[in-house]
């Protein structure tokens, strides 16, 4: 019998020594198990690696060759070289200053300052290497996709002083603009800033890309003044069927603009992607119905810049809002920009040569206001606007789109002014009756 209640004993000593150790034995599998999991999970995704890169592919054929054929085949033919060469200069001037320090500026910490732009931790890419990494992609990667994206934007801003600055100044004004304006408003929106703490939604660029380019391209005009001859000479474009060709790779880039900026492959980028096609189709038609009623004849221009005006203003809706106000978005749009290209120019007496103002700045608000009214949790959860419970978010977007314009009206205005009383803005106006292609760059289409 004493040799039973020993046993029993010993069997209860033992199971209250097994539930002991339980707990322990319980955390040396987890964090088995998280090591086996930490250890199986790639850190890069393959699949969104490869659309990211593709999507910067995408982005950097919207500039060259696109923007440069579509503004190219606008301006009169003793100026084309001098159109096209602004764009591909911009490409090479806007890769260094973004390697150097526009990236680091955009989107690094910048300790106390950080509401108002990024430290300089990451000048020349430092820190940038083949293991770090941005989400699901390589560091690299995202770094290179933006990149496109602060190159094209201070090129559209050259549509509105075409055929009348010269290289130099142009050169001068691009390079201190996109460290001074771009890589702080990107920042402001996307890096950390306080329009996106804000919670101002701008997916792909409305605010940072074209708001920013737009009134840039406003300012600037009206600095150097209107083109000599302007309202007087015949200044219809040379050639619409490169202007057409240079619009159509505008389109088919945007996608990766637009469903690029998800960084991921998957259903909101496809969200983003539909948007896109359903507001460019519907903001080109609208142009071109607008024009066709006002002057009885649909204009092969009025419909690519329709095109153009639908690209811009679902930019930055592209992944907020359903396909039902993508479409809404691209008929305004269609509609206001052909009105401020053909009519408010006129009215205000202003030479926006290419409209970027018209289409840009126009268009950038219309979609960068409109996406506060129709954001949608469906596609984004938790990303209402107006219509989806949210009336605040009108209010949110007004205010990013307020700062947007105060800065780089300001910022714009003062580097032009600077380079006019030092190196001046203008060639001369025998040059520029010549042609910038002859007196810029020694060159002239046969």
Not at 151 to 179: C, D, N, Q, V, Y
Not at 231 to 247: D, F, Q, Y
């Amino acid at each position: 019998m004493s040799k039973l209640t020993n046993l029993t004993k010993l069997a209860g000593l033992s199971l209250l020594a097994a539930f002991a150790a339980l707990p322990a034995l319980a955390q040396e599998a987890a964090d088995a198990a998280a090591t086996m999991v930490e250890e199986a999970a790639p850190t890069i995704s393959a699949g969104d690696t490869a659309w990211m890169l593709t999507s910067t592919a995408l982005v950097l054929m919207m500039t060259i060759p696109g923007l440069a054929l579509f503004y190219g085949g606008m301006v009169r033919k003793k100026n084309v070289l001098a159109t096209v060469m602004q764009s591909f200069a911009i490409t090479a001037l806007g890769t260094i200053i973004w390697f150097v320090i526009g990236y680091s500026i955009a989107f690094t910490d910048g300790g106390g300052l950080n509401d108002y732009m990024g430290g300089f931790g990451a000048i020349l890419h430092a820190g940038v290497g083949v293991d770090t990494v941005h989400g699901t992609i390589p560091e690299f990667v995202f770094s290179m996709f933006q990149m496109t994206f602060a190159i094209i934007t201070p090129a559209l801003i050259a549509g509105a002083f075409a055929e009348r600055m010269k290289f130099s100044a142009m050169l001068w004004f691009m390079g201190i603009w996109s460290i001074v304006v771009y890589a702080p408003i990107a920042h402001w929106v996307w890096g950390g800033g306080f329009l996106g703490n804000w919670g101002v939604f701008d997916f792909a660029g409305g605010t940072v890309v074209h708001i920013n380019a737009g009134v840039a391209g406003l300012v600037a005009a009206l600095v150097i003044g209107k083109r000599k001859g302007f309202g007087e000479t015949n200044m219809a474009p040379h050639n619409l069927v490169l202007s057409v060709i240079g619009a159509s790779l505008l389109w088919v880039g945007w996608f990766g603009f637009n469903a690029g900026s998800e960084l991921a492959a998957d259903g909101l980028a496809g969200a983003a992607m539909m948007n896109t096609q359903v507001a460019t189709a519907a903001a080109a038609l609208a142009w071109m119905f607008a024009e066709w009623m006002v002057v009885k004849k649909p204009s092969v221009l009025g419909i690519i810049s329709g095109a153009v005006a639908g690209l811009v203003a679902v930019t930055p809706a592209s992944g907020f809002v359903n396909p039902t106000g993508a479409l809404i978005i691209g008929v305004v749009a269609g509609v206001a920009c052909y009105w401020a290209a053909a009519f408010l120019k006129k009215m205000l007496g202003y030479d926006d040569s290419l409209d970027a103002f018209g289409v840009h700045g126009v268009g950038g608000i219309i979609g960068a206001l409109l996406t506060g009214f129709f954001a949608d949790p469906a596609i984004w959860a938790d990303h209402a606007g107006f219509f989806y419970g949210n009336p605040g978010q009108v209010w949110t977007q007004i205010l990013g789109i307020a700062f947007t314009i105060a800065w780089t009206a300001v910022v714009s205005w003062i580097i032009l002014m600077v380079i006019k009383v030092t190196i001046g803005l203008r060639p001369s106006e025998s040059e520029e009756e010549e042609g910038l292609d002859i007196t810029q760059h020694g060159e002239s289409v046969a």
